[in-house]
Antibody, heavy 119, light 107 residues
Framework: EVQLVDSGGGLVQPGGSLRLSCAAS????????MDWVRQAPGKGLEWVGRIRKKANSYTTEYAASVKGRFTISRDDSKNSLYLQMNSLKTEDTAIYYC??????????WGQGTLVTVSS | DIQMTQSPSSLSASVGDRVAITCRASQDIRNDLGWYQQKPGKAPKRLIYAASSLQSGVPSRFSGSGSGTEFTLTISSLQAEDFATYYC?????????FGGGTKVEIK
């Protein structure tokens, strides 16, 4: 059974940093691109970014709203995905979900982890 | 960026009704589209992939159609458990973009 478990959320001040994690199981993690998606309170879904697999040199793509501040990484030996968030703004407050990307096209999602950016 | 215009933004319907939700892409995305259902406090669940393929385990009352720029999610006979918010997603090009969502409420 495919499982994605998000963790690492919490309360952080504007300008601060936070690192989210996603633990994957039940599939060959290294064969998939992986994505992060977020949802601000009461709002719709926003794609954050993607990391490709080793065969694609672990290259990344980001939404314009987070580019230069957020970094996606992965550790295939630990079946884990990460989202390093720096220079956080109040508008980054959201639930963050990891999800399985290409070739799965965002089929399975983690349960989400809440990030609150507030002073 | 590809804009996904989803309509309606909300609708009221009764159990047993046929419901259709539309997404229009600002440019051709072939069939690189998925439909998702989200209930309060839960992660989105994919219903349809490749515009018209039913995700394993999803009831057959859900169906998807369309290609290019016009897509439709249809629920043939609305059930109580279908009251939720629905989103489309294009994954044809970066950045991936979602429709604004359709909240399906009980009439």
């Amino acid at each position: 059974e495919v499982q994605l478990v998000d963790s690492g959320g919490g309360l952080v001040q504007p300008g601060g940093s936070l690192r989210l994690s996603c633990a994957a199981s039940g599939f060959s993690f290294s064969d998939y691109f992986m994505d992060w998606v977020r949802q601000a309170p009461g709002k719709g879904l926003e794609w954050v970014g993607r990391i490709r697999k080793k065969a694609n040199s672990y290259t990344t793509e980001y939404a314009a709203s987070v580019k230069g501040r957020f970094t996606i990484s992965r550790d295939d030996s630990k079946n884990s995905l990460y989202l390093q968030m720096n220079s956080l703004k109040t508008e980054d407050t959201a639930i963050y979900y990891c999800t399985r990307g290409y070739p799965a096209a965002l089929d399975y999602w983690g349960q989400g982890t809440l990030v609150t950016v507030s002073s | 960026d590809i804009q996904m215009t989803q309509s309606p933004s909300s609708l009221s319907a009764s159990v047993g009704d046929r419901v259709a939700i539309t997404c229009r892409a600002s440019q051709d995305i072939r069939n690189d589209l998925g439909w998702y259902q989200q209930k309060p406090g839960k992660a989105p669940k994919r219903l349809i992939y490749a515009a018209s393929s039913l995700q394993s385990g999803v009831p057959s009352r859900f169906s998807g159609s369309g290609s290019g720029t016009e897509f439709t999610l249809t629920i043939s006979s609305l059930q109580a458990e279908d009251f939720a918010t629905y989103y489309c997603l294009q994954h044809n090009s970066y950045p991936l973009t979602f429709g604004g969502g359709t909240k399906v409420e009980i009439k």
